[in-house]
């Protein structure tokens, strides 16, 4: 099978021959990752696009949403910084005086088709990266304890920007249909919704406000023959029933452990794609072998099926959880080596019968 087709057969559970594997900082995997690019009038000067790379916020400097960004932390250039200045400030005068990015800008799609010939070349499944979906814009543009309070007191003015929000992905994924001509595989977008073991809101306000809308962003992907990859940290058991219902086809998780590996996988293995990684916080960190493998075994054989349904990811912040080098390559190891772990399984049991 081609990585294409490992990758489509564990989103569809079509029996795959193995796992699917996301470690390209390794340069290993199945998947080749795209990112949006800074539109022309926003790049710096001597800035050359390469989607195959993230273009980070730049500290210090406004982006095209009119948000500064401030990053002393990491000076390695993978993180993303914080955003310090909001330009939403009330729902009168700044409100109405925002102008929403174009999603159409020139430049967000600069170096699509050499990465896309690449590719395709290695037979590898595409997959382009929207990140922010609605609420993570949402709080950079308000504040994050701002839209929390909007959530109750100004709902109407919230909803519309909402809409707004959505028209810009919704612009995003029908652009990477037209400009890709079905080489783009899957599209990744983020709201991280989770606090350690609770919603960051009411699941019935989260159903009301936001599930309606990534029902749409989830349609718009469908009809161009687009999966679904939505990313969420934190505990969000508690609207994965909904991810799954509105046609998110994969859901990308870092932190399994707090989700209750056995249980959680008994709830939702086989009805959706998962795209995971050992965990950030209590596994990555300690530099522990044997937690690290047992990790990796416990994620194929609670989360992934004979069937298909596991995608191996990498999380590549190492410093920001305190990990090193050695585990994250330890991690990627464990994967590969028990890739097809569900699969001989299986087979035993055939044979024992």
Not at 284 to 298: F, H, S
């Amino acid at each position: 099978m081609t990585s294409y087709e490992i990758v489509l057969k564990n989103i569809t559970f079509d029996n795959p021959e193995r796992i699917a594997l996301k470690y390209p900082t390794l340069k290993k995997g199945d998947i080749v990752r795209l990112f949006l690019q800074r539109p022309r009038a926003f790049r710096p000067e001597g800035e050359i696009p390469d989607m195959t790379k993230k273009a980070v916020p730049i500290p210090g400097e406004t982006d095209e949403w009119g948000i500064r960004w401030e990053n002393t932390s990491n000076k390695s250039g993978l993180g993303l910084g914080q955003p310090v200045g909001f330009p939403i400030k009330d729902w009168e005068e700044s409100y109405e005086n925002y102008v929403m990015p174009d999603p159409y800008e020139a430049g967000r799609f600069d170096g699509l088709e050499e990465a896309l010939k690449k590719a395709e070349k290695e037979s590898k499944w595409v997959q382009l990266n929207s990140q922010y979906c609605i609420f993570e814009r949402l709080h950079f543009l308000r504040g994050f304890e701002n839209t929390l309070v909007d959530l109750y007191t100004n709902e109407e003015e919230l909803t519309e920007l909402c809409d707004r929000l959505l028209d810009y992905q919704l612009g995003i994924v029908r652009q990477a249909a037209k400009l890709s001509g079905g080489r783009i595989h899957s599209i990744d977008t983020s709201d991280d919704w989770g606090t350690q073991n609770a919603l960051m809101i009411n699941p019935e306000m989260w159903r009301k406000i936001f599930k309606p809308r990534y029902k749409i962003l989830a349609d718009e992907m469908h009809k161009h023959g687009i999966y679904m990859n939505f990313h969420s940290c934190g505990y969000i058991t508690d609207i994965m029933d909904d991810l799954i219902e509105i046609g998110v086809d994969i859901v990308n998780i870092h932190q399994p452990h707090l989700l209750n590996l056995k249980e959680f996988g008994k709830r939702f293995a086989g009805r959706i794609c998962f795209d995971v990684a050992v965990d950030i916080q209590e596994t990555l960190p300690t530099g522990d072998k044997e937690k690290i493998e047992q990790d990796v075994k416990d994620l194929i054989r609670y989360w992934g099926t004979e069937k298909g349904g596991l995608i191996a990811a990498e999380y590549r912040f190492l410093k920001a959880i305190g990990a090193t080098e050695e585990s994250f390559e330890y991690a990627c190891e464990c994967f590969e080596r028990y890739a097809d772990l569900n699969q001989k399984e299986a087979k035993k049991e055939k044979e024992i019968k």
